[in-house]
Every structure is written in structure tokens, then in C-alpha cells.
């Protein structure tokens, strides 16, 4: 079997595990019991973070001990459509062509290729290999909370390679912080006015993607749109606001909003057809949306009051001026984003509306600057706010020990030399390399396009020549 395929079937194997972030068990288990079987030592710690150890090849045994690191959670996302219950269903695997996506989900190969790449190092008998740690963490995507919890004697080696990253051909040797700010600001009701028709309109069908890698990138807003629609319908005579939500997780661009609205009949007709115009200045305004809708349809069951209508006009106008998108690039990696930030998730509970935001950056000052921006808005608009979920830079050591040979194999391998970029996202090595003085690290990663919505795909071939590559810089590594 060539060595494409089996990494394939370990990733088959894996999505057969549920494993959305915070529940990870049974996937741990399922390693556990793997190494158990080979005989080798693993260790769980109390955040569930799960560490195996295994042997070198014969005479390889005194070289230096390599980490390979990934997560063992996945970003579970499905289209509207989709009744996938991941909780008990396998991911439904689809291959066309060079590409393999799943069927109307995420398909986790953010990180389950790090999974099946480890586990094949493991065990492929032609891998000339040092000693290996595997070291799969829980919970990396809402907040990198697994890594945050490692103990300093949790793993032995001081060279660490994640395969955490989606462009084949780039080592990654840095990363963004991040930051989440939550705002809250509660607000008044009025009742509906008598004979209101309540509507609902929606925002749908957009790309989404990761808020870290895809953030620079044309894409709409979900959330954002749905408030350039709600300033525009509210401003018919008798119109209010009932509730509103959009978004799903935190590290995701929202791809779907909706609002409850209530309108006097007479203005049913009027909204209709803005909405339609909304729709197409919307498509003209982000034409890589293909799928974009906007709808207004009758909402079931009518709520018992509306936003009060300075509230509803605060709301709606807090959602257009919290910042959303990249906010300049890198003076060292002109390719990279310096500094972002994601309106991810907006909500009403109880009298209540709920905003989440996340920031990114390279720079510590960046972050801070971002961060505060958006607590000013939020404080302009009379809400409260908290901070939480922060995380630190990886900063690029371009002098890496590990890079240099890195690049020696690359070139060795290819004729040209790779890539080096530091990644707009945050990855778990900032974190470890802050509890772990003196890892040299670096991150790579088969091509990866769409991470974190159900558009998510993996380049096969991109995976193989990983593979090809991860091989021979271990076999490099076993040599010393």
C-alpha cells in the first residue's frame, strides 16, 4: 500500500471518531488503546492532553527525542441543510479528484491530519525515525485551552514539529496572539404594535472560513450584512426590532444571521422589495459570494415584545461600527495580516444582546490597540464588556536550528527553496514555546483550503508530498 493511501485510511479512521472540541474522550481513548497495543508508554494529563511514546529505529536510539504535535479537536460545522449529528455520526468522506472534502460538513483535517500523519510516522516501517513523542492536545480551537494547561515535564523532547498549518511548501515559524472581547448591553422593550406581521430575515449561504487565515480575503460578513439590512428596514414607518442572532463559533467568519422583525402590513410589500435590491447590491459588493441570499418570511409564533426602539437603533448600529477585517499587513511577511478582528457571534438572550469578537496580531502593541478599540465602541455604545481566552505570540526565530535544516531537506528534495511566513491564527506553539524554554519548533502542513466551514477541503496531493518531506527530515534528525 503505497504511504498516500495509509495516511488516508488513518484519517478515515479518525473521522469515524467523534471529536468536536470538548469531546475529545473517545478519540483519546482510541490512541491510547492503539499505543497499548504496540506496547508503547502514553500519558494523559488532567486537561485530557494525551502524550505517546515511541521507540526509535534500531540505532537511531540516541538521537535527540522529536515532538510531533497536533490537536485533537475539530471546528464542527455544517450547512443549514445538513442533519449531521456530530456527536454519533462519522464524518462522510468525499474524494474528487486531487481533493477530498466531506459531505456538508467540516472535515477536520484541521487537525485530523496531524492525527493520521503521527500515527503513520509511528508505525510505517520504512520511516527512519529518532525517538518520537506524540503530543495531541484537547480543545486547541475555542481558545487553545489544552496547550495552555501542559505541565513543564509533560513531554521530554526540545525539537517540536506541528502540523497544524495549510499551505504545503511553507514553514511557518510564527504566529499571531489573540484576544476574545465579549460586550453585553441589556436593553428596554415596547410592545408590538396591534396587528404587526412578524417577519424573519436572513443572511445566508456564505463562505465563511477560518478568522485567522481568511480573514483578509473578499468575504462578507453574515452578521455584518444582516445589520446593513435591519439599518435599512427599520427606518420604515412602524418597524421594530424583536431579537437577532448570527455566527456559530468564535475562530469562524460568520456565514449566517437572522433577525425577527415586526412591520405594519401596509409595509410588507415596501421591505420585500428592498430586500431584493439589498441582495443584489450585496452579490455586486462580494462576487466571490455566489450563493449569497437575503429572505424575508413570515415568523411562527409571534414574541410577546420588541427591542425598544432607541435600543434597537443602538444595536443595530453597535454591529456596524464594531470592527471586522484585517486592520494592515506585516512589514516582515507583506503576505500576512498584522492585526484583525472578527465580529464572530452576536445574540439576544433574555433582554440582553451579546456581542464575540476576537483579535488577532503579530505585535503584543497591535493586539492591545485592536483590543481597546473594541471596548471603546462597546462602552460608546453602553454596553459592558470582558476579556478572556488570551494567547501569546510565537515570534519568528529566523536563526531556528530546526529551520535551517528544515530548508536544507527542502532544498535537497525540490531544487528551490521553501517558503518562510509567519500565520495570521493562532497556533499551540506560542504557547509551548512559553513553557518550554529553548523548543526549537516549527509548523507545516498539507494545502488546506477553507478550514473551519463546511466548504473545508485538503489537497491529497499536497498531503503526499508532506509526507515525502516530514520523512526525510526525520530521517535527517535520526542521523545525529
Keep these: 500500500m503505497a504511504a498516500i493511501d495509509r495516511i488516508l485510511e488513518w484519517f478515515e479512521?479518525?473521522?469515524a471518531i467523534p471529536r468536536c472540541s470538548k469531546n475529545e474522550e473517545a478519540i483519546a481513548r482510541w490512541f491510547e488503546a492503539w499505543a497499548q497495543g504496540r506496547g508503547w508508554a502514553s500519558r494523559r494529563d488532567p486537561a485530557g492532553n494525551l502524550a505517546i511514546e515511541v521507540p526509535a529505529s534500531p540505532g537511531c536510539e540516541r538521537a535527540p527525542g522529536v515532538v510531533i504535535q497536533g490537536h485533537l479537536d475539530m471546528v464542527c460545522e455544517r450547512t443549514p441543510a445538513s442533519t449531521h449529528d456530530f456527536a454519533a455520526d462519522p464524518i462522510r468522506l468525499i474524494r474528487e479528484g486531487d481533493w477530498l472534502r466531506a459531505d456538508q460538513t467540516t472535515l477536520g483535517a484541521d487537525n485530523g491530519v496531524a492525527l493520521a500523519v503521527g500515527a503513520a510516522l509511528a508505525e510505517a516501517p520504512e520511516v527512519t525515525r529518532p525517538p518520537l513523542e506524540l503530543l495531541f492536545t484537547v480543545d486547541e480551537e475555542t481558545g487553545l485551552?489544552?496547550?495552555?494547561?501542559?505541565q513543564p515535564k509533560f513531554v521530554k523532547g526540545r525539537t517540536l514539529i506541528n502540523l497544524d498549518s495549510e499551505t504545503e511548501g511553507v514553514f511557518t515559524v510564527g504566529c499571531a496572539g489573540g484576544?476574545?472581547?465579549q460586550a453585553f448591553r441589556s436593553f428596554a422593550t415596547a410592545p408590538p404594535a396591534v396587528g404587526a406581521r412578524f417577519l424573519r430575515l436572513s443572511v445566508g449561504g456564505l463562505h465563511g472560513g477560518h478568522?485567522?487565515?481568511?480573514?483578509?480575503?473578499?468575504?462578507?460578513?453574515?452578521i455584518r450584512l444582516l445589520a446593513l439590512a435591519l439599518d435599512r428596514l427599520t427606518l420604515l414607518p412602524g418597524a421594530g426590532l424583536a431579537t437577532l442572532s448570527g455566527g456559530t463559533r468564535r475562530?469562524?467568519?460568520?456565514?449566517?444571521a437572522s433577525a425577527v422583525i415586526a412591520l405594519p402590513p401596509a409595509a410588507v410589500p415596501e421591505a420585500e422589495r428592498l430586500v431584493r435590491t439589498l441582495e443584489r447590491r450585496f452579490a455586486a459588493g462580494y462576487p466571490l459570494e455566489t450563493a449569497l441570499q437575503i429572505t424575508l418570511a413570515p415568523h411562527d409564533g409571534p414574541p410577546a415584545e420588541l427591542m425598544h426602539p432607541v435600543d434597537a437603533e443602538t444595536a443595530i448600529r453597535l454591529l456596524l461600527v464594531v470592527p471586522h477585517g484585517p486592520a494592515g499587513m506585516s512589514p516582515d511577511f507583506p503576505e500576512v495580516v498584522m492585526t484583525s478582528n472578527n465580529l464572530a457571534l452576536a445574540g439576544v438572550e433574555g433582554r440582553t444582546l451579546k456581542l464575540f469578537t476576537t483579535q488577532r496580531s503579530?505585535?503584543?502593541?497591535?493586539?492591545?490597540?485592536?483590543?481597546?478599540?473594541?471596548?471603546?465602541v462597546a462602552a460608546l455604545a453602553g454596553a459592558q464588556h470582558r476579556t478572556e481566552s488570551e494567547y501569546p505570540a510565537w515570534v519568528p526565530n529566523l536563526h531556528s536550528p530546526l529551520l535551517g535544516r528544515c530548508r536544507e531537506v527542502y532544498r535537497r528534495m525540490n531544487g528551490r527553496e521553501a517558503q518562510v511566513r509567519a500565520i495570521h491564527a493562532g497556533l499551540e506553539c506560542a504557547l509551548i514555546g512559553d513553557l518550554y524554554p529553548g523548543m526549537d519548533m516549527i509548523s507545516l502542513g498539507p494545502t488546506t483550503e477553507d478550514a473551519h466551514s463546511p466548504s473545508e477541503r485538503l489537497n491529497v496531493p499536497s498531503l503526499a508530498r508532506l509526507w515525502d518531506f516530514t520523512v526525510a527530515l526525520l530521517r535527517s534528525l535520526a542521523a545525529e
Excluded: E, F, Y
Excluded at 145 to 150: E, M, N, P, R
Excluded at 251 to 256: C, G, K, Q, S, V
Excluded at 362 to 376: H, K, Y
Design 13 to 15: 479512521r479518525i473521522s
Design 145 to 150: 485551552t489544552g496547550a495552555k494547561q501542559l
Design 179 to 181: 484576544r476574545d472581547v
Design 211 to 222: 478568522s485567522g487565515v481568511d480573514i483578509h480575503r473578499p468575504r462578507a460578513n453574515a
Design 251 to 256: 475562530n469562524a467568519i460568520p456565514r449566517d
Design 362 to 376: 503579530l505585535s503584543p502593541v497591535g493586539l492591545d490597540t485592536m483590543s481597546a478599540r473594541v471596548r471603546a
